[in-house]
Protein backbone atom coordinates (compact mmCIF):
# COMPACT_ATOMS: atom_id res chain seq x y z
CA UNK A 1 0.00 0.00 0.00
CA UNK A 2 0.76 3.49 -0.04
CA UNK A 3 3.44 5.01 2.50
CA UNK A 4 4.53 8.43 3.47
CA UNK A 5 7.39 8.73 5.39
CA UNK A 6 7.69 11.73 7.88
CA UNK A 7 11.19 13.05 9.14
CA UNK A 8 12.20 13.39 11.68
CA UNK A 9 9.66 12.21 13.97
CA UNK A 10 10.60 14.22 16.77
CA UNK A 11 12.87 17.44 17.35
CA UNK A 12 13.69 19.83 20.20
CA UNK A 13 15.61 22.98 19.11
CA UNK A 14 15.87 26.11 20.71
CA UNK A 15 14.10 29.07 20.62
CA UNK A 16 14.85 31.49 17.53
CA UNK A 17 16.21 28.48 15.47
CA UNK A 18 14.68 27.36 12.30
CA UNK A 19 13.52 23.21 11.85
CA UNK A 20 12.50 21.36 8.50
CA UNK A 21 10.30 18.58 8.34
CA UNK A 22 10.43 16.29 5.69
CA UNK A 23 7.50 14.24 4.04
CA UNK A 24 7.97 11.77 1.49
CA UNK A 25 5.59 9.72 -0.66
CA UNK A 26 7.67 6.07 -1.22
CA UNK A 27 5.81 4.33 -3.62
CA UNK A 28 3.81 6.91 -5.26
CA UNK A 29 3.74 10.29 -7.11
CA UNK A 30 1.86 12.84 -4.80
CA UNK A 31 0.54 15.95 -6.63
CA UNK A 32 -0.90 17.00 -3.27
CA UNK A 33 0.11 16.76 0.05
CA UNK A 34 -1.48 18.78 3.15
CA UNK A 35 0.60 19.61 6.67
CA UNK A 36 -2.00 19.50 9.25
CA UNK A 37 -0.93 20.39 13.43
CA UNK A 38 -2.53 18.63 15.89
CA UNK A 39 -2.36 19.87 19.69
CA UNK A 40 -2.70 17.06 22.55
CA UNK A 41 -5.87 15.85 22.95
CA UNK A 42 -7.72 17.87 19.82
CA UNK A 43 -8.42 17.38 16.35
CA UNK A 44 -6.01 17.68 13.17
CA UNK A 45 -6.15 21.40 11.72
CA UNK A 46 -5.02 22.15 8.44
CA UNK A 47 -2.75 24.04 8.04
CA UNK A 48 -1.64 24.58 4.54
CA UNK A 49 -2.27 22.67 1.19
CA UNK A 50 1.34 22.17 -1.08
CA UNK A 51 0.92 21.39 -4.76
CA UNK A 52 4.08 20.35 -6.56
CA UNK A 53 5.48 22.97 -8.40
CA UNK A 54 3.40 25.76 -6.72
CA UNK A 55 3.02 28.00 -4.34
CA UNK A 56 1.34 26.57 -1.46
CA UNK A 57 -2.30 28.10 0.08
CA UNK A 58 -2.44 28.53 3.11
CA UNK A 59 -5.48 28.36 5.37
CA UNK A 60 -6.75 31.44 7.30
CA UNK A 61 -4.65 32.66 10.28
CA UNK A 62 -1.39 30.48 9.32
CA UNK A 63 1.34 32.58 8.97
CA UNK A 64 3.04 31.60 5.63
CA UNK A 65 6.53 33.60 6.55
CA UNK A 66 6.21 31.35 9.74
CA UNK A 67 5.41 28.28 7.93
CA UNK A 68 7.60 27.80 4.76
CA UNK A 69 6.06 24.68 2.35
CA UNK A 70 8.06 23.50 -0.32
CA UNK A 71 7.11 21.05 -2.85
CA UNK A 72 9.43 20.90 -4.99
CA UNK A 73 9.13 17.03 -6.43
CA UNK A 74 5.99 14.68 -6.83
CA UNK A 75 6.97 12.95 -3.57
CA UNK A 76 8.71 15.25 -1.28
CA UNK A 77 7.10 18.12 0.36
CA UNK A 78 8.89 19.83 3.12
CA UNK A 79 8.12 22.58 6.12
CA UNK A 80 9.68 24.57 7.70
CA UNK A 81 9.13 26.06 10.93
CA UNK A 82 11.10 29.58 10.68
CA UNK A 83 12.18 31.59 14.11
CA UNK A 84 10.44 28.48 16.22
CA UNK A 85 9.20 29.45 19.75
CA UNK A 86 7.22 27.55 22.74
CA UNK A 87 4.53 28.67 21.46
CA UNK A 88 5.07 26.51 18.00
CA UNK A 89 5.77 23.28 19.79
CA UNK A 90 3.09 20.61 18.87
CA UNK A 91 2.52 17.75 16.73
CA UNK A 92 2.45 18.08 13.00
CA UNK A 93 1.01 15.86 10.30
CA UNK A 94 1.70 15.33 6.89
CA UNK A 95 -0.93 13.55 4.30
CA UNK A 96 -0.36 12.99 0.57
CA UNK A 97 -2.81 12.59 -2.18
CA UNK A 98 -1.63 10.14 -5.30
CA UNK A 99 -2.48 11.64 -8.77
CA UNK A 100 -5.74 10.94 -9.70
CA UNK A 101 -9.55 11.83 -10.50
CA UNK A 102 -11.97 11.52 -7.53
CA UNK A 103 -13.85 8.72 -7.89
CA UNK A 104 -11.18 6.71 -7.42
CA UNK A 105 -8.59 5.21 -4.77
CA UNK A 106 -6.73 8.84 -4.58
CA UNK A 107 -9.02 10.40 -2.43
CA UNK A 108 -7.99 8.53 -0.06
CA UNK A 109 -5.19 10.72 1.79
CA UNK A 110 -1.87 8.60 3.41
CA UNK A 111 -0.44 10.03 6.27
CA UNK A 112 2.74 10.41 7.58
CA UNK A 113 3.31 9.03 11.21
CA UNK A 114 3.76 13.01 12.04
CA UNK A 115 6.14 15.20 13.50
CA UNK A 116 6.62 15.98 17.49
CA UNK A 117 8.26 19.34 17.52
CA UNK A 118 9.63 20.91 21.23
CA UNK A 119 11.06 24.67 20.95
CA UNK A 120 12.93 25.44 24.36
CA UNK B 1 -17.94 26.36 4.51
CA UNK B 2 -18.30 22.78 5.90
CA UNK B 3 -18.27 21.09 9.15
CA UNK B 4 -18.14 18.06 10.51
CA UNK B 5 -19.41 17.22 14.28
CA UNK B 6 -18.72 14.60 16.40
CA UNK B 7 -20.67 14.83 19.79
CA UNK B 8 -19.16 12.14 21.61
CA UNK B 9 -15.98 12.96 22.84
CA UNK B 10 -15.53 9.73 25.18
CA UNK B 11 -17.17 6.20 25.16
CA UNK B 12 -16.48 3.22 26.15
CA UNK B 13 -17.56 -0.62 25.33
CA UNK B 14 -16.91 -3.60 26.49
CA UNK B 15 -15.13 -6.26 24.58
CA UNK B 16 -16.83 -8.30 22.01
CA UNK B 17 -19.45 -5.42 22.10
CA UNK B 18 -20.99 -3.28 19.97
CA UNK B 19 -20.67 0.41 19.63
CA UNK B 20 -21.60 3.14 17.62
CA UNK B 21 -20.08 6.48 17.00
CA UNK B 22 -21.81 9.49 16.12
CA UNK B 23 -20.77 12.42 12.86
CA UNK B 24 -22.81 14.83 11.01
CA UNK B 25 -21.35 17.38 8.64
CA UNK B 26 -22.72 20.23 6.61
CA UNK B 27 -22.13 20.89 3.33
CA UNK B 28 -23.70 22.64 -0.03
CA UNK B 29 -21.83 19.94 -2.38
CA UNK B 30 -23.29 16.93 -3.93
CA UNK B 31 -20.29 15.12 -4.47
CA UNK B 32 -18.07 14.20 -1.59
CA UNK B 33 -16.26 11.40 0.24
CA UNK B 34 -16.44 10.70 4.20
CA UNK B 35 -14.17 9.21 6.36
CA UNK B 36 -13.56 7.48 9.57
CA UNK B 37 -10.13 7.85 10.90
CA UNK B 38 -8.30 5.78 13.61
CA UNK B 39 -5.58 7.53 15.61
CA UNK B 40 -3.88 5.08 18.29
CA UNK B 41 -1.66 6.73 20.81
CA UNK B 42 1.27 6.03 18.66
CA UNK B 43 -0.60 8.58 16.51
CA UNK B 44 -0.04 7.65 13.19
CA UNK B 45 -3.29 8.35 11.60
CA UNK B 46 -5.14 5.08 10.30
CA UNK B 47 -7.87 4.94 7.84
CA UNK B 48 -10.99 2.92 8.89
CA UNK B 49 -13.76 2.81 6.27
CA UNK B 50 -14.67 5.36 3.69
CA UNK B 51 -18.07 6.49 2.13
CA UNK B 52 -18.88 7.60 -1.53
CA UNK B 53 -21.85 10.33 -1.26
CA UNK B 54 -22.89 9.27 -4.51
CA UNK B 55 -23.26 5.93 -3.43
CA UNK B 56 -26.52 4.92 -1.21
CA UNK B 57 -25.14 1.01 -0.20
CA UNK B 58 -23.48 1.84 3.24
CA UNK B 59 -19.81 0.78 2.97
CA UNK B 60 -18.77 -2.70 5.10
CA UNK B 61 -15.25 -3.04 6.11
CA UNK B 62 -15.02 -6.54 8.61
CA UNK B 63 -16.62 -5.16 11.75
CA UNK B 64 -16.58 -1.89 11.35
CA UNK B 65 -19.74 -0.91 9.27
CA UNK B 66 -21.06 2.96 8.67
CA UNK B 67 -24.98 4.05 8.48
CA UNK B 68 -24.76 7.08 5.77
CA UNK B 69 -27.83 8.88 5.74
CA UNK B 70 -27.24 12.01 3.12
CA UNK B 71 -30.69 13.75 3.37
CA UNK B 72 -29.51 13.75 7.14
CA UNK B 73 -25.64 14.45 6.70
CA UNK B 74 -25.42 11.58 9.03
CA UNK B 75 -22.28 9.50 9.27
CA UNK B 76 -21.96 6.83 11.98
CA UNK B 77 -19.24 4.40 12.60
CA UNK B 78 -20.31 1.11 13.78
CA UNK B 79 -17.74 -1.46 15.44
CA UNK B 80 -18.78 -5.10 15.99
CA UNK B 81 -17.15 -7.28 18.37
CA UNK B 82 -15.15 -4.69 20.07
CA UNK B 83 -11.64 -5.77 20.58
CA UNK B 84 -8.85 -3.98 22.77
CA UNK B 85 -7.21 -2.76 20.06
CA UNK B 86 -9.39 -0.68 18.43
CA UNK B 87 -8.81 1.35 21.79
CA UNK B 88 -7.50 4.60 19.93
CA UNK B 89 -9.26 8.25 18.80
CA UNK B 90 -11.78 7.99 16.35
CA UNK B 91 -12.17 10.69 13.85
CA UNK B 92 -14.60 11.58 11.03
CA UNK B 93 -13.69 13.67 8.05
CA UNK B 94 -14.86 15.06 5.01
CA UNK B 95 -13.55 15.38 1.97
CA UNK B 96 -14.49 18.24 -0.43
CA UNK B 97 -14.52 17.15 -4.65
CA UNK B 98 -13.41 20.74 -5.05
CA UNK B 99 -10.39 20.70 -3.18
CA UNK B 100 -9.76 17.58 -1.86
CA UNK B 101 -9.00 18.90 1.47
CA UNK B 102 -10.24 16.67 4.11
CA UNK B 103 -12.01 18.76 7.58
CA UNK B 104 -12.19 16.57 10.45
CA UNK B 105 -14.27 16.31 13.38
CA UNK B 106 -13.58 17.06 16.89
CA UNK B 107 -12.65 12.96 17.60
CA UNK B 108 -14.45 10.66 19.77
CA UNK B 109 -12.49 9.03 22.20
CA UNK B 110 -13.10 5.05 22.41
CA UNK B 111 -11.76 2.64 25.30
CA UNK B 112 -12.49 -0.68 24.78
CA UNK B 113 -12.66 -2.54 28.42
CA UNK B 114 -11.72 -6.21 28.58
Known amino acids: GAVVSQHPSWVICKSGTSVKIECRSL??????MFWYRQFPKQSLMLMAT?????????EQGVEKDKFLINHASLTLSTLTVTSAHPEDSSFYIC????????????????FGAGSRLTVL | AQTVTQSQPEMSVQEAETVTLSCTYD???????LFWYKQPPSRQMILVIR??????QNATENRFSVNFQKAAKSFSLKISDSQLGDTAMYFC???????????FGTGTRLKVLA
Open chain 2, 51 to 56: QEAYKQ
Open chain 1, 50 to 58: SNEGSKATY
Open chain 1, 95 to 110: SARATGPFRSGANVLT
Open chain 2, 27 to 33: TSESNYY
Open chain 2, 93 to 103: AFMSSATYKYI
Open chain 1, 27 to 32: DFQATT
